[in-house]
């Protein structure tokens, strides 16, 4: 270390110095004298981090305080926050995958902030379950006899496994054998849940046959996994659900559809030819289960539908207490499928179909609309809309492209990555996409109502 980092060093301020600054009056009347503390000496520890790594830095009181009072409203920033989803993908994993409706929203606040009848029954006057709130909604909206929501797809299909077929075989075709994010695979979920695989056919083509010659007498289930995250193309050959439900049926085995998505609403006019739950159940599926935070555009949920014999098996199974909904996403759920009880009123309450079912001329709109806004303002930057292809996202629908419209900026004071930068770093975090040296904010997956924050943003970081 040269002479000057030593003598540096010597004078970095102490923590009673720093906090002696009046400063920190206000900040004591604000967070606790624990968190100002940790602020002061962590600041110092930077600064002194600065040092013995040969940067410059002024060692004095003032750097000391301006950093303290930095870490100070970082720490005020919460982790888990609300953004805005400039990206195009409706179903983004990473930004919490489906928008709730707002009266959704507002019913969870109601519920979140009292006490609630989660497990009581006011006509009774005695204990409930936790169950009644959403199974028989759940069964009226699909068509099932019965159903039971616990806390993902994953998990339901991990006790679907273990509640009917535990030490048994489960038929499952190679080309259905998925893994989905995380690393969370079909096979290794039934080898976790005790139960046997029993692969037939080849990746790209199986045949009814298949099916037929894997039947033995300690078959439990023949199960479909819907690939609602790829696609197989080319010479390809897949059994219909109608037809293995025959075949389970003729053998006194339950069929297991595993939907994934959870489409409730035929959007195939719009492109997106996806399963829905009632054709699942119009098949011929004894059970069929699917996720509440994808397509269905409610919280995260594992949903299983179908036979009430079976649900009732489920229901018992000790890892049900284990999986159970708290009341907050019970009542998310209650009231997303409340929507569904009007489809046509669904498709323009719930975001996710409407994103996805919004017509791409009135999204060029939306984007030459608010283009002009920020061309009015005079931000520093080129203003143009681009038309460009959305994702459904959320391991959903991998082969519709959304025809969309961007805003696309060019900053003039700034590199794209940049800006990129500074709107994620806004007080809402704006997630935007650059391509071709452009940012572009589209605005399908960008509400109505998150325009003013948006346009906001960029007047403060390009005027």
């Known amino acids: 270390m040269s002479e000057t980092g030593k003598e540096q060093l010597r004078y970095l301020p102490k923590v009673d110095q720093v906090l002696a600054r009046p400063e920190f009056s206000a900040a004591m009347e604000e ?32 750097t000391a305080v301006n950093i303290a ?21 409706v179903l983004h994993t990473n930004l919490g995958r489906a928008r709730l409706p707002k009266s959704v929203a507002e019913a969870v606040s109601s519920i979140a902030s009292g006490y609630s009848t989660l497990e009581y029954d006011v006509e009774k006057g005695a204990r409930g379950s936790r169950h009644d709130h959403v199974n028989r909604l759940i069964s009226k909206v699909t068509g099932a006899e019965d159903a039971i929501a616990i806390n ?11 509640a009917l077929a535990h030490r048994k075989e489960v038929v499952v075709s190679r080309g259905e054998l998925v893994e989905i994010g995380g690393a969370f695979r079909v096979p290794d979920i039934m080898k976790v849940g005790g139960t046997i695989l029993k692969e037939v056919g080849t990746t790209n ?26 696609r197989i193309l080319g010479f390809t050959e897949d059994v219909p659900a109608e037809e293995l439900a025959k075949l389970a049926h003729a053998n ?29 159940f119009r098949a011929g599926a004894d059970l069929a289960l699917f996720s509440g935070d994808k397509l269905l555009g409610g919280p995260q949920a594992g949903i299983i539908a179908g ?28 009231e997303t499928f409340r929507l569904y009880e009007d489809i046509e009123h669904a498709k323009k309450e719930i975001p996710v179909l409407s994103m996805i079912t919004r017509p791409a001329a009135e999204v060029k709109n939306k984007a030459a609309i608010f283009g002009s806004r920020l061309r009015n303002v005079g931000i520093a930057a080129d203003i143009s809309i681009m038309q460009g292809v959305g994702r459904v996202g959320g391991g959903s629908a991998p082969m519709l492209d959304l025809e ?15 800006l990129a930068e500074s709107l994620r770093h806004w007080v809402v975090p704006i997630i935007s996409h ?17 325009l003013d924050v948006t346009a906001k943003a960029l007047i403060d970081i390009l005027v």
């Open 31 to 62: 967070h606790a004298r624990e968190t100002v503390v940790e602020a002061v000496r962590a600041a110092i520890a930077d600064m002194r981090n600065a040092i013995l790594n040969g940067k410059s830095i002024n060692v004095n009181e003032d």
């Open 69 to 89: 009072l930095y870490k100070l409203e970082k720490s005020e920033v919460r982790s888990l926050r609300r953004v805005i989803n400039g990206t195009g993908i």
């Open 152 to 162: 993902n797809n994953a998990a339901a299909t991990l006790i679907v496994l273990m």
């Open 205 to 230: 083509k199986t045949h009814l046959y298949d099916y037929e010659k894997a039947i033995g007498e300690n078959t439990a289930a023949i199960m479909k996994v819907h690939t609602s995250n790829y």
């Open 252 to 280: 006194g085995l339950p069929m297991i559809y595993d939907l994934g998505s959870g489409l409730i609403v035929d959007l195939q006019s719009y492109g997106l030819d996806e399963p829905t739950v009632g054709s699942a």
């Open 307 to 334: 036979k009430k014999e079976y649900i009732d098996i489920i229901k018992k199974h000790p890892l049900a207490r284990a999986m159970r909904l708290d009341k907050m996403t019970l009542c998310a759920l209650e």
């Open 404 to 418: 969309t419209w961007a805003v696309a900026i060019v900053p003039r004071s700034m590199s794209v990555d940049k």
């Open 434 to 450: 650059v391509q071709n040296d452009c940012l572009l904010l589209d605005m399908r997956t960008i509400a109505d109502d998150e």
